[in-house]
């Protein structure tokens, strides 16, 4: 017999979102040399702090504690989201001329004050026309909430707070299914959510880890839900109650 968790009776309410931002949405993904580049992948972490009206929290030391954030400040949220991938997008590249915050000069020269030029490549603004019956642009992710969390439909995302609108889907009395057969997410996910086996995956350098996509499961929980596929992260599956 499969095992199952009805997540709605837990208070565990499941919506599918897609993000337009509003403005010039920068983060450097990569960086070689002076070039600075903003992938279309928006890290789940991000999205929770963003969704949860949060900005940043107080931590000791330089080196990133995801581990215990799992355990400790993302399980005081009131949701969890997956990362979020756009399909189609339009870039910017700006270029700057770069000042030493020392010297005050724009060169690397001490004889001559040269420019000292740099690139950055942003993410256009994304929306759809109104009326727009099948939408296909946006930053199309997942939502799992907690104790009736109402989902801001607006907010600000990023160091530079760039507005972002999303359209919410809820997933009617979500049921987290566990699969011994391989799945294949309609998502981005995040391998330090995986409760279970990894098949195949194309791995995105996205900072502060990489992410997967186009990656398939077996072994995991997952709800299955007409066109959506939705993997469901082991931290919430501990919050649901369930086994892992």
């Not at 000069?105 to 004889?111: C, Q, R």
């Not at 989902?151 to 707070?161: I, Y």
Request: glycine fraction near 6%; charge should be positive.
């Amino acid at each position: 017999m499969a095992q199952m968790i009805r997540l709605h009776e837990r208070g565990v309410r499941v919506f599918a979102g897609r993000l337009y931002n509003h403005d010039y949405l920068w983060f450097s993904s990569n960086e070689i040399s002076k070039m600075s580049t903003t992938q279309p992948f928006l890290h789940n972490y991000a999205l929770c702090y963003a969704l949860s009206q949060r900005s940043y929290r107080v931590c000791i030391g330089s080196t990133p504690k995801y581990v215990e954030d799992m355990a400790g400040e993302f399980r005081a949220m009131p949701l969890y989201a997956t990362p979020a991938h756009a399909r189609s997008v339009k870039r910017t590249t700006i270029t700057f001329n770069a000042v030493d915050s020392l010297t005050l000069t724009t060169g690397n020269s001490k004889a001559m004050n040269t420019p000292n030029l740099g690139k950055r490549v942003y993410l256009n603004l994304v929306w759809e026309p109104h009326g727009a019956q099948r939408p296909q642009l946006g930053y199309e992710f997942y939502a799992f909430t907690f104790d009736d969390y109402h989902l801001p439909s607006a907010f600000r995302l990023g160091k530079k707070g760039s507005p972002v609108r999303v359209r919410w889907e809820e997933l009617p009395e979500a049921l987290a299914v566990f699969r011994d057969q391989e799945q294949r997410p309609t998502h981005v996910v995040n391998p330090l959510d995986v409760s279970g086996q990894l098949v195949s995956y194309d791995p995105v350098s996205v900072p502060p880890h990489l992410l997967l996509r186009t990656v398939t499961l077996k072994r995991d929980w997952f709800v299955l839900s007409d066109k959506h596929t939705v993997h469901v992260p082991k931290s919430v599956i501990v919050r649901a109650g369930g086994p892992l």
